[in-house]
């Protein structure tokens, strides 16, 4: 008597294959500790960065004011109870109208103020470089009292930044300041710093380069730090002039730091705030705004436009996107990993 035995039930899996459970699964189940102390900082960036950032890009699509914000309007009646009614002028979707009458120069200065935005960006940022780069070379070699002189150019980075914008419009003060009281001990009559656009650009300039020269020169004198000292020796043994060894050794051994912070000191000037609205408050007739000021004025000065102030800030940010990405792509095609 032969017996019959069933077949075992076909597996659900392709043969060859282990069922594993999905990829996100596993990760949790073998860093859960992991996520779970991650979890508060993405909560945290969820409401203060992301949320506003999408919603600052839905509102560059509405007609937001302060004036149609209200959806009804409501008075007091005779009898002492309130009477509304729909806001026939409430706001609206309106598409892509706001980035159209911005670009064309309907509304604002767009176009002027992008023009200021790059002069400052890049005059400031050249010479936070320069002035950094000499100063973390002098700082580099063995000097007496050199530990003295590095707490006091970090100096001014450690003054808050409205501080130093105070110091220094009074500085450039027309009748009290001692930029003025300096030219006239001189011979030379004073200047009206504030009444022309760039004199005016010039202070602001001349405040943010004060305060950011000390960030680069710590950032480039610790990227010297860490270049091997036997390059140095090789190349004195070898007959090779001090230009000789700052250009060829210390320039190549820099260029990974010095990528990094002209990129960050791009983005940082670029959005540099408190230095144009304190120094120079636009003067002279909004010739020395740019466009983080701008787009401040729009959203906190008259009838508040918070659609525009919204388009402005997608604009920055759209620029600011394009540098970083044809700056990324420059880095790449140099070698250098980013």
Known sequence: MSTVTADPAPSSTRPGRSARPPRLRRSWDKHWYAWAMVLPVVIVLAVLIFYPLFRGIWLSFTNLTEANQVAEICTRSITGGEVCADNPNKWEFIGLDNYVRVLTGQVGEFWQ???VTLIWTFVCVACHFGLGLGLASMLNRPMRARGLYRVLLV????????????????????????ANALLTA??????????????????AIVTNVWLGVPFMMVALLGGMQTIPSELYEAAEIDGASAWQRFRNITLPGLRPVSMTVVLLGTIWTFNMFPIIFLVTEGQPAGQSEILVTGAYRAAFEGIRNYSLASTYGVLILSILLVFSLFYRRVLRKQGEVW
Do not use: H, Q, Y
């Open 113 to 115: 103020w992008t023009g």
């Open 155 to 178: 100096l001014p980075w450690a003054v808050p930044a409205f501080v130093s914008a105070f110091a220094w419009k009074f500085i450039f003060n027309e009748r009290f300041g001692l």
């Open 186 to 203: 001189v011979g030379i009559d004073p200047v009206s710093w504030f009444a022309d656009r760039w004199t005016a650009l010039f202070t």
